[in-house]
């Protein structure tokens, strides 16, 4: 059941940051030049690529993926200003939310033993 949760965890954030790489291809119906179109695109993507390697490279050390991913998460939140305006900025809450959640699920229920 343990194993199961982790992995639960796991996939929601591969899916959160797969989102992030979705929200980012409005950008291409901006009127920019290609070019400006194409760095506007790959800094939008910066997120959902970074919380997707984490989860990569941190995949059998949970305990280290929930710290790095609850402090991402905090960042996040700070960062995309959910608390300035409130209820216009819920949103922000309803995509980072779920990043935070997973990050102390990982942290609480991850072994403290590097799995081989």
Same mark, same amino acid.
């Given at each position: 059941m343990k194993n199961k949760i982790l992995i639960s965890m796991k996939i929601l954030? *591969?899916?959160v940051g797969a989102m992030f790489v979705l929200f980012a291809i409005d950008v #291409?119906?901006?009127d920019y030049k290609w070019y400006e179109l194409l760095f506007g695109f790959f800094i939008? *993507? $910066?997120?959902?690529?970074v919380l997707i390697a $984490?989860?990569?490279f941190l995949w059998k050390r949970e305990r280290q993926l929930g710290i790095? *991913?609850?402090l991402v998460g905090i960042f996040m939140v700070v960062f995309f200003g959910? #608390?300035?305006? #409130?209820p216009e900025r819920l949103g922000t809450l309803i995509v980072v939310l779920p990043v935070v959640i997973a990050g102390? *699920?990982?942290y609480f229920y991850g072994s403290t033993k590097n799995k081989e």
């Open positions: 954030l *591969i899916i #291409f119906g901006m939008s *993507i $910066l997120p959902g690529i $984490l989860v990569y790095v *991913i609850t959910a #608390f300035e305006e #409130f102390l *699920i990982l």
